[in-house]
């Protein structure tokens, strides 16, 4: 079978309306993306699985944290000293990387991985991720604030905020989605890694001793989550740092692994954070962090699990899975869950005359109260197939001169192809009962 590559996913996101270059009439800007009407389509609902997935419980609630914070929050994280990354420069041809991602052997012989010359890369410099920008008209340091790389300490701030008007009893999370932007070395791989970037973050605050237990636990839920979104379990996997690869924050992690055409990189992130980042607000804020825990009457900084993962990673993971060129009929399918697909069914009138346009019309209205669906009545049946078979759309819906006769339609599955009839008045309830199973 054909592969997925990242010229062929970047390719019909364009022509799909998924993605398109940010400012692209000025020529673009480096690592900036514009998600198209199915784009945002399919990032809503991925995000929307997501949020059901962790607020449906009883025991995670949501919150929706400001992206300008106090400047302290950031030298609380850890941010504005630790959350560096290796800048190594080649003198030659001015490329830049992350010392981190060049390989050994080239970087024993300071050889440049782009021009491919000896002893020309620069000693590393750190070199901080933050973006930084100026509260109020004056552009002077008391008035720095940064753009938060991480929705994680929003959450940290709020905690007891939410814990005591919510009434919440320690094990609970707290879920937010928003934007991070970190001014990355390497940005790349179509929206895999961008500055400016959506991240979904569930906090999970747990009695200290009972950390391991529930990483384990989140662990476990974070892989299962992936599946129930329809990626292939095949292209999972699980990356547990080692000692030295941990961040300055956790005492154990572990990332959940996708297979992209570029190899197996992170899609999430799995952390036990312990008490460090509320012990250091606590210290920073001069106010006490403690939870009071009524039924043993002890008080304590909780320990933290935290599930991080990437909106925009998650949809390029979702795009790459469901990939698939289908040779024997010449057409190039988004099998994309149908939970997930922008669009669930395309109305088709076989042609436009002798009324068949007016029945799909109102079909189209009819159907609309139920799911998101499509009008096409430009070209042949099978290019407008074709084009929605490219955007993921699992059902298609004809009228031809038979429902005139009998109020007949048929419905084909992108997938199998298959089709049946079915009168127009059942198909709300037959698309329904698939969706439903799906
Ligand atoms: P990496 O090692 O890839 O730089 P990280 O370990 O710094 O990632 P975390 O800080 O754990 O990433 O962030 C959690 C999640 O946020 C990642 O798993 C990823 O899905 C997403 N993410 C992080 N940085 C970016 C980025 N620059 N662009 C898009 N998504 C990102």
Request: proline residues 5%; negative net charge.
């Amino acid at each position: 079978m054909p592969e997925a590559t990242m010229d062929k996913i970047v390719a019909l996101a364009k022509r799909r309306g998924f993605v398109f270059p940010s400012s692209e009439i000025y020529g673009g800007l480096n690592s900036c993306w514009d998600y198209g009407p199915f784009g945002v389509e399919l990032k809503k609902n991925i995000q929307e699985f997501w949020w059901r997935s962790m607020t449906l419980r009883p025991d995670v609630v949501g919150l929706d944290a400001s992206i300008l914070m106090h400047p302290k929050v950031w030298e609380a994280s850890g941010h504005v000293e630790n959350f560096t990354d290796p800048l190594v420069d080649c003198r030659q041809c001015k490329a830049r990387f992350r010392e981190d991602e060049i390989p050994p052997e080239k970087m024993a012989k300071r050889q440049c991985p782009n021009c491919g010359n000896k002893d020309t890369l620069t000693e590393a410099r750190r070199f901080n991720l933050m973006f930084k920008t100026f509260m109020g008209p004056v552009e002077e340091d008391a008035s720095v604030v940064y753009l938060r790389p991480e929705t994680a300490q929003g959450i940290y701030v709020n905690y007891l905020n939410v814990q005591t008007t919510t009434r919440l009893k320690v094990p609970f999370g707290i879920a937010q989605v928003g934007k991070a932007f970190r001014n990355e070395i390497t940005p790349g791989n179509f929206i895999f890694r961008t500055r400016e970037f959506e991240q979904m973050e569930m906090q999970f605050f747990v009695k200290p001793g009972e950390d391991g237990k529930w990483f384990e636990y989140w662990r476990n839920q974070r892989m299962e989550y992936y599946q129930k979104l329809g990626i292939r379990p095949e292209k999972l996997r699980f990356h547990p740092h080692e000692k030295d690869e941990l961040a300055h924050y956790a005492k154990e992690a572990c990332d959940v692994q996708y297979e992209f055409p570029f190899g197996w990189q992170e899609l999430e992130g799995i952390h036990n954070r312990t008490d460090f980042d509320l012990k250091r607000h606590q210290e920073y804020s001069g106010k006490s962090l403690l939870y009071f825990d009524d039924a043993t009457n002890e008080k304590y900084l909780p320990f933290i699990i935290e599930t991080s993962a990437g909106l925009n990673r998650t949809m390029l993971t979702v795009l790459v899975d469901a990939y698939w060129e289908d040779t024997a009929h010449e057409r190039v399918v988004l099998k994309l869950h149908p939970r997930l697909a922008p669009i669930k069914a395309v109305i088709c009138p076989l042609v436009k005359k002798d009324g068949l346009a007016e029945i799909a019309e109102k079909i189209t209205e009819d159907l609309r109260w139920h799911f998101p669906v499509l009008y096409d009545q430009q070209g042949g049946i099978g290019k407008r197939y074709y084009r929605q078979d490219e955007i993921g759309t699992p059902y298609g819906i004809t009228v031809d001169y038979q429902t005139k006769e009998d109020q007949t339609v048929t419905l084909r599955d992108r997938d199998t192809l298959d089709q049946i009839r079915l009168p127009y008045t059942a198909l709300a309830q037959e698309i329904e009962k698939r969706l439903r199973s799906a």
